[in-house]
């Protein structure tokens, strides 16, 4: 029997470009990337570290949180350390970067904000609407990078 005339079926297809599947990738990416950031401007305001070492351990620890997210799931479908970090690297550096950029300049514009302290309302204010603006930027570089195949479209085999 021949075949070539029945459609192909891909278990592996991209996801369709939607704004939804768009806004449920950098909610994955922005989880990982706010646990770094949170985290380390915690510990450079706790320690008391100049705005340009918090923002760089913000940012480190925000792709390392990121890229550890996202290749716990690729670890648990099986795939090498080796080959789960590409994936990661594929999937998330252009969302992550973008998240970055937008996050640490809203907090360093927003006037005292990263001098304000770990018990001010402004610290925290500025923390949470960064991550808001983050995301609402990111959004459509992650639509318009599934809608070509790369970003989170990278990762979408390997979810179950």
């Not at 949180?65 to 994936?87: E, I, Q, S």
């Not at 927003?110 to 959004?139: H, I, K, N, Q, R």
């Amino acid at each position: 029997m021949d075949h070539s005339d029945q459609p192909a079926t891909d278990h592996h297809a991209p996801p369709t470009a939607t704004w939804t599947v768009a806004a449920q990738a950098t909610l994955h990416c922005l989880t990982g990337c706010a646990i770094g950031e949170v985290l380390g401007m915690v510990i450079g305001t706790a320690a008391g570290l100049s705005n340009f070492t918090t923002v760089v351990l913000s940012v480190v620890l925000a792709f390392v949180f990121g890229y550890g997210l996202t290749m716990r799931g690729v670890l648990r479908a099986g795939v090498g350390f080796r080959d789960a970090l590409k994936v990661a690297l594929a999937a998330d550096t252009v969302s992550i970067a973008v998240m970055e950029v937008m996050d640490n300049a809203v907090v360093v514009l927003v006037p005292g904000a990263m001098d304000a302290g770990l018990t001010s309302w402004l610290f925290w204010a500025s923390l949470a609407g960064s991550l808001v603006v983050a995301f609402v930027v990111t959004t459509p570089v992650n639509k318009w990078l599934i809608s070509r195949g790369k970003g989170h479209a990278v990762v979408h085999q390997y979810h179950h």
